[in-house]
């Protein structure tokens, strides 16, 4: 079992790694923090799409030298992938980022309790 584990340490890695990014979403009342966990979440799944896509003894699919045997190459997909969700990761997290400062202006906390509770105040007031 030790064996099967340390082959696969990297795999292991990812999964605690989208755990704790999971849990820092899910328990963190912090808007901040949040945008952390999910950026930690991303990693993981990155670190997880790489480690499948790289296989030992095999190169990169550039043709050198006239070999096109396709077990000599790893597979591009899970680096494209991996490039796309990136760039897709840093717009999202700059939106993110942007709304929650503009949450902060207008509310002074970063607490999504206390946001919650100033709105429904708020929507009380104006009923």
């Known amino acids: 079992m030790l064996q099967i584990l340390w082959n696969s340490r990297i795999l292991c890695v990812a999964v605690i790694l989208f755990a704790i990014g999971f849990v ?6 912090n808007l901040l923090k949040k945008v952390i966990g999910l950026n930690i ?3 993981a799944s990155y670190l997880f799409l790489t480690s499948i896509g790289y296989i030992d003894g ?5 043709i050198i030298n006239g070999v096109v ?4 190459y790893v597979n591009p997909l899970p680096a494209g992938l991996v ?3 990136i760039v897709v ?6 939106v993110m980022l942007a709304l929650t400062l503009r949450l902060y202006k207008r509310y ?5 309790d206390e946001i919650y509770t100033i709105v429904h105040r708020e929507q ?4």
């Open 24 to 29: 820092t979403l899910l328990l963190n009342r």
């Open 41 to 43: 979440m991303d990693t």
């Open 58 to 62: 095999r190169t990169a699919p550039i």
């Open 69 to 72: 045997e396709p077990d000599r």
């Open 83 to 85: 490039l796309t969700g």
């Open 89 to 94: 990761s840093v717009s999202v997290t700059a």
């Open 108 to 112: 002074r906390t970063m607490n999504i």
């Open 124 to 127: 009380e007031e104006e009923a």
